[in-house]
């Protein structure tokens, strides 16, 4: 993601290509290891995002999903990701977004710890009551991430990686221990910036 920040730099003023980013991003790392990938810009013409593997993001509409990136998976549990030195996925390989968003709309962006832990409606019900109470994005990425954190230890509760696990026929039940990493945004009117 530090290369991602460096390309963003090269990128024209309000044109930033988040495919471009992610290519240049990509081309330019050396250190080894693997990683997904989800890039998001805000413009005035609205989201314009790539997500490559199963980090991912919502968009939430007057206390519903409207926009949901699908997880990149080549199996059950085996997602696409980017890695030096050979043997990874391209960054062609990731899906590209163009979504017009409006004040009031809020982007949740997560790794797979979220999104294996806690269904859509889930995180939407957060959103609607940190909304309610007047919280700030980063209090409701936090609490967002502390549910996830709780669900993931839950052994007993069904959750979306275990429903995901149970299709692909292995006998899971509960949360599943990952990392989380929460962003949330509220659009606003540019007049309100």
Request: glycine content about 10%; charged content about 20%; overall charge negative.
């Amino acid at each position: 993601m530090s290369k991602s920040m460096s390309a963003i730099k090269d990128e024209p003023e309000g044109a930033i290509d988040p495919s471009r980013v992610l290519e240049k991003a990509f081309t330019g790392t050396k250190a080894r290891g693997s990683s997904t990938a989800c890039i998001i810009t805000l413009k005035e013409q609205g989201l314009h995002a790539v997500n490559l593997g199963d980090s991912g993001f919502i968009v939430v509409r007057d206390g519903r999903t409207v926009l949901k990136s699908p997880s990149q998976q080549h199996d059950f549990n085996f997602t696409y990701q980017l890695e030096s030195g050979g043997g990874s996925d391209l960054p062609s390989s990731a899906d590209v977004f163009h979504y017009s968003v409006a004040p009031g709309d809020v982007i949740i962006a997560g790794t797979d710890g979220l999104f294996d832990n806690l269904y859509d409606n889930e995180i939407t019900a957060v959103v609607v009551e940190a909304l309610r109470s007047g919280l700030g994005a980063q209090g409701t990425a936090q609490k967002i991430a502390a549910l996830a954190r709780e669900r993931a230890e839950d052994k007993h509760r069904q959750s979306p990686f275990a429903a995901a696990a149970q299709e692909a026929g292995y006998r899971y039940y509960g949360g599943k221990l990952d990392d989380i990493t929460v962003v949330v945004s509220y659009v606003t009117s540019a007049s309100a910036v």
